[in-house]
């Protein structure tokens, strides 16, 4: 079992950063791969970023690519999500995914920050 809990999460203006992080607990945070999500209202939840086991491998939504980034430090069993020149349309809840593969299937979750971009 993995229990995972986001942070970082806020009101920016549009162009603004945020960094959220993911600190993960109850297993060996490197046997799995990790990945960003998010939930906008009234939208289904969608796929961001992902990133391999040791952070070699990255894969990104083309809506995110350029702006945001994802990393690992495995030794402080944490992920990141460093959100650069953020869009109202980046609004959401943002959520942190543990799986066996980059590409999914995610075993688990946790239970979402909030990102606000006001224009």
């Known amino acids: 079992q993995v229990q995972l809990v986001e942070s970082g999460g806020g009101l920016v203006q549009a162009g603004g950063s945020l960094r959220l992080s993911c600190v993960a607990s109850?297993?060996?945070?490197?046997?799995?791969?990790m990945g960003w999500f998010r939930q906008a209202p009234g939208k289904e939840r969608e796929f961001v970023a992902a990133i391999s086991r040791r952070g070699g491998g990255t894969i990104y939504a083309d809506s995110v690519k350029g702006r945001f980034t994802i990393s690992r430090d495995n030794a402080k069993n944490t992920v990141y999500l460093q959100m650069n020149s953020l869009k109202p349309e980046d609004t959401a809840v943002y959520y942190c995914?543990?799986?066996?593969?980059?590409?999914?299937?995610?075993?688990?979750w946790g239970q979402g920050t909030q990102v606000t971009v006001s224009s």
């Open positions: 109850g297993h060996t945070f490197s046997s799995y791969a």
């Open positions: 995914a543990a799986g066996g593969l980059v590409g999914g299937p995610w075993d688990y």
